[in-house]
């Protein structure tokens, strides 16, 4: 059974590096949710190159790259973007959809901290979230 997370990072190209750093630890290091002995949960690519698939007759001027990963740990990984060494950091932004969720939660460095910039209320499990089923 899978746990999918939806992932997207904005960056400065300046930072591609650490970006391919950041990819390289999402596949061979980042620990599983509830077997953090066990690694490598998912992979970024870029979205907004030549071949990209969004809309519109110009291409994206801001470079994302995004992916999934399976029963990642997301504390580990807020912990990790933390810890790279980002050249652009007030540039970086993380959203994140984990299962069962219905909208991304955004993070971004602020004044020198990864900080929650997505609505912390409502969430799904709150009783009124969802409209009525009899609708």
């Not at 650490?18 to 949710?33: H, S, Y």
């Not at 002995?37 to 979205?47: P, T, W």
């Not at 990984?77 to 540039?91: D, E, G, S």
């Not at 971004?108 to 709150?126: H, I, K, N, S, W």
Request: proline letters at 7%; a negative charge; charged letters at 25%.
């Amino acid at each position: 059974m899978s746990w999918v997370t939806n992932v997207m990072l904005g960056a400065d190209m300046g930072d591609f590096r650490v970006v391919d750093e950041f990819n390289v630890w999402l596949w061979e290091g980042l620990p599983q949710r509830d077997y953090p002995e066990r690694s490598g949960r998912g992979q970024l690519r870029r979205i907004t190159g030549d071949d990209n698939g969004w809309g519109g007759p110009k291409h994206p001027e801001c470079e994302v790259w995004a992916g999934t990963l399976n029963h990642g740990d997301l504390d580990a990984v807020l912990a990790k973007v933390r810890a790279l060494p980002w050249t652009h950091p007030n540039q970086v932004q993380l959203f994140m959809m984990d299962q069962e969720q219905s909208f991304f939660r955004l993070w971004m460095f602020r004044d020198g901290e990864l900080r929650q910039y997505a609505p912390t209320t409502p969430v799904e499990e709150d009783a009124d979230f969802f409209p009525p089923w009899d609708l």
